[in-house]
């Protein structure tokens, strides 16, 4: 088992963009820099995407210019094509994320495009990052199942992320957008993607529709993967699959990790704290447990002392 993981912080991206309300642009800065200050080395900030199709994501330039950066801590933003790779990089994004699908359904409803088309509309981004030093991670969605098409091939994500690192991805962000997927199916898809790609490429991200989410990391941890997404309370959910819930949320993740002596580097005390006030603007708790339990003080003497164990 890895002594430490690395976590991505999708909630300011994946958490907010699907939020219907007006979420004000200096609540979206001080989300990104009290996630940064509570250790998170990186942070998806937010899409460079059509802002008609995805309102929440309209200002993310402007979260990048006011944004104060911590030295260190990796700024990245969501683009499907060339307009979102120029914007992304004129706005300081630090790495940029192209989002792929490994069912046809899902790609079309997602970003209007087969996969064919969506892979056709990465190379410019590849180049554009490449020109200007910047990683590119890609996601591969509905690599569990699609609310379209159900089960998915494993054999399907393996060749599409293949595909993807041969076009210069760094990263394989394997996602399971709705959150079906439990244990073995984590299994199933890492030893079909394992087998096409270098292991050390793969990341997971999981939404934690049917609570599976956790198990699904230690499953995976277990097998030597280090790098999660999470976001903030648990936010988020993605506009185009409806019903699929938050992400598997940053403080069940800490909190799992500090009592596991898995090291990522974060306060879950400061995270917690940042998602109460997210949650404030947005009217409502978030559905994270840790974060409730943070909240009501139970069992906090081993929460505090885990969380200095785990604070870099
Ligand atoms: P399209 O309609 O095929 O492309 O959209 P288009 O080139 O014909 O453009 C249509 C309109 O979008 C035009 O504006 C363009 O200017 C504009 P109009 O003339 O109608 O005013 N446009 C853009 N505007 C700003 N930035 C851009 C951009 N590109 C075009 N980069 C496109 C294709 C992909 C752009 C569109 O379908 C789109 O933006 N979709 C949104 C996709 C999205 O954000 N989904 C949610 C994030 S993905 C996710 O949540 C999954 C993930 O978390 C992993 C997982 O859980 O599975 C990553
Ligand atoms: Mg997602």
Do not use: W
Request: hydrophobic content about 45%; charged content about 25%; glycine content about 10%.
């Amino acid at each position: 088992m890895p002594n430490s993981i690395r976590i991505l912080e999708v909630g300011p991206r994946d958490g907010l963009q699907n939020e219907a309300g007006e979420v004000p642009v200096e609540a979206k800065v001080a989300l990104v820099e009290a996630l940064a200050a509570a250790g998170l080395p990186e942070i998806e900030v937010g899409a460079f995407v059509n802002p008609k199709l995805v309102p929440q994501m309209a200002e993310s330039a402007e979260v990048f210019r006011r944004m104060r950066r911590r030295e260190g801590v990796v700024y990245s933003a969501l683009v499907p094509n060339r307009r979102g790779a120029e914007a992304a990089i004129e706005a300081g994004a630090d790495l940029l994320s192209v989002f792929a699908s490994a069912s046809e359904s899902f790609s079309r409803r997602n970003t209007n495009a087969s996969i064919a088309e969506s892979l056709a509309r990465f190379e410019p981004v590849f180049e554009i990052a490449a020109g200007a030093s910047r990683p590119v991670r890609a996601y591969v969605s509905c690599a569990f199942g699609c609310p379209d098409e159900g089960e998915v091939d494993p054999t399907r994500v393996a060749s599409l992320a293949r595909e993807l690192v041969d076009a210069g991805a760094s990263e394989i962000d394997v996602s399971d957008t709705i959150g079906v997927a439990v244990p073995r199916d984590v299994d199933r898809v890492l030893d079909a993607v394992g087998a096409e790609i270098d292991p050390s490429r793969i990341a997971l991200h999981f939404h934690d529709t049917r609570g599976t989410a956790i198990a699904n990391v230690m499953t995976a941890i277990d097998r030597g993967v280090t790098r999660f997404d999470s976001s903030c309370g648990g936010l988020g959910g993605c506009p185009f699959a409806p019903g699929a819930s938050g992400n598997l949320a940053t403080e069940d993740l800490l909190y799992v990790c500090a009592r596991s002596g898995i090291e990522t580097g974060a306060s879950l005390a400061d995270v917690a704290a940042a998602s109460s006030a997210i949650g404030e603007v947005l009217g409502r708790r978030l559905p994270s447990k840790a974060l409730a339990a943070v909240r009501s003080g139970v069992g906090n003497d081993q929460c505090r002392s885990e969380d200095g164990a785990a604070r870099r």
